[in-house]
């Protein structure tokens, strides 16, 4: 499908440029559907760890045409294993043990690549008004139109805005209310870096080690060897103070990983000159209408699921999908195209947003003894005699059936 801007095509405004906003603008524009993106950040935000397509996800990924771009990052990852204090192998669970449906699946890339892909995709399909270190700062929305006025003191008018500005979304809290009305703390905090590969980290496999005090570790191999992935999931109390603080959050996890073994010293010594540094809450969005008005909201903005569920990236490639789909499809009225986004999308969200068994408590065991409890469920996990219900568990979402919409990749 070539890009063909016309007259009567709605104009779009997204707020954020992360999967869901990069997505979204990809597909509209190739229904020939002008959009400006804004994005805080001065660039592409680098960073994230592996994050991984299977099932609808993969299919929508596939739909769009973005396998040649993601096949070309992505990692060659053999499976998940746990490990104690020393360095030592507890359980292994390869990718062919769980079908590829696994912690670690079929296709794996990080989600700096991912995104990379949706911006390349973005430039070979035309390009749209990208606009790096700017963001909305008011909302006026009437029966014709929303009228915006950005950071940088411009204003413009649009027929569409689309919030995909993730957990802590300003695009939701102008338009729909406060964050505290939506989001549910669900326990703890969750950090990743890059860090220089330790030695003993062995190459595509992605290690879990778990420290008393509820805190668990891990280190993800890169594509390229010499440079690994850290992930820190801590189980705690909510501290306003680590809201921003870059300090704060460092400060917890220098005392979280003291002392803990494995390779706690590694990552804390390589914290402090990461330049990818992320750290945030672990939350969920909740949220009666995913719209109001000419305003929609997308991925961790209306649904956040959380790292703990390891569905963020496909609830956002998905909902931008059906949104650019419903969007194309009622191009001279946005309310039914928002209506049917939600009622296509509503039943995938419900069972993506879920929790594995045990949630945050089970990935962060507290005491001596709660690690080896842990230990001894995840060897029953890898046992064949859990095989049919891990598969049951793991494949939740693979049931989804993906609409047809006529946009689709741009050789379609
Ligand atoms: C740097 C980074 C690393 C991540 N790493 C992981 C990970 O390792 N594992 C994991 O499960 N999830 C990770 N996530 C979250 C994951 O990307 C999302 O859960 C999922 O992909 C849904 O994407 P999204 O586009 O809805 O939100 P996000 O990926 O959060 O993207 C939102 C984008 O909006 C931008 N933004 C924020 N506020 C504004 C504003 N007011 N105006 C304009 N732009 C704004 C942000 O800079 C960001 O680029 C990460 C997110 C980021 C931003």
């Not at 009437?142 to 413009?156: K, Y």
């Not at 939701?172 to 209310?177: A, E, I, N």
């Not at 909902?319 to 509503?346: C, M, N, T």
Request: proline content about 6%; some cysteine; aromatic content about 6%.
């Amino acid at each position: 499908m070539s890009t063909n801007h016309s007259a009567a095509q709605p104009s779009v405004l997204i707020a954020g440029g992360g999967i869901g906003g990069n997505a979204v603008a990809l597909q509209l524009l190739r229904a020939g559907i002008r959009t400006t993106v804004v994005e805080r950040a001065a660039a592409p935000r680098p960073g994230g760890q592996a994050v991984d397509l299977r099932g609808p996800s993969r299919e929508v990924a596939e739909r769009m045409g973005l396998m040649p771009g993601i096949r070309k990052y992505q990692l060659d990852e053999r499976g998940m294993k746990f490990v104690d204090a020393e360095g030592r192998d507890i359980v292994r669970m390869p990718t062919e043990m769980f079908e590829g449906k696994g912690a670690v699946a079929e296709i794996e890339l990080s989600r700096g690549d991912l995104n990379q892909v949706l911006l390349d995709a973005l430039a070979e399909a035309g390009g749209v008004d990208y606009r790096y270190g700017e963001w909305i700062s008011e909302i006026q929305q009437d029966e014709t139109g929303v009228d915006v006025t950005f950071a940088g003191g411009s204003t413009q008018r649009f027929d569409l805005v689309i919030g995909a500005d993730g957990l802590h979304s300003g695009t939701r809290h102008m338009v729909f209310g406060p964050e505290e009305q939506f989001s549910t703390y669900l326990g703890g905090y969750m950090s990743f870096f890059t860090l220089p590969s330790p030695d003993g980290v062995e190459d595509n496999w992605l290690a879990m080690h778990s420290l008393v005090g509820a805190t668990s570790i891990g280190l993800r191999p890169d594509a390229d060897p010499a440079t690994s992935k850290a992930l820190i999931i801590m189980r705690s109390a909510a501290d306003p103070a680590l809201r921003r603080e870059i300090s704060a959050q460092q400060d917890m996890i220098r005392r979280r990983l003291a002392g803990g073994g494995w390779e706690s010293a590694a990552i804390v010594a390589a914290m402090p000159g990461a330049t990818d540094f992320y750290f945030d809450e672990l939350a969920r969005i909740d949220m009666p209408n995913w719209s109001k008005r000419r305003v929609v909201l997308l991925g961790d903005a209306a649904y956040c699921g959380s790292p703990l569920t390891g569905q963020g990236t496909a609830m956002a490639l998905i909902g931008a999908y059906v949104l650019a789909g419903e969007i194309a499809a009622h191009a001279s009225d946005p309310e039914p195209a928002l209506a049917r986004y939600e009622e296509v999308l509503r039943p995938f969200i419900a069972k993506a947003q879920s929790l594995p068994p045990g949630g945050l408590r089970a990935m962060t065991p507290k005491s001596r003894f709660g690690i080896r409890a842990g230990q001894t469920v995840s060897k029953l996990m890898a046992s064949k005699a859990m095989k049919p219900l891990m598969m049951k568990m793991l494949s939740k979402t693979e049931s989804y059936e993906l609409p047809d919409y006529a946009v689709q990749t741009v050789s379609q």
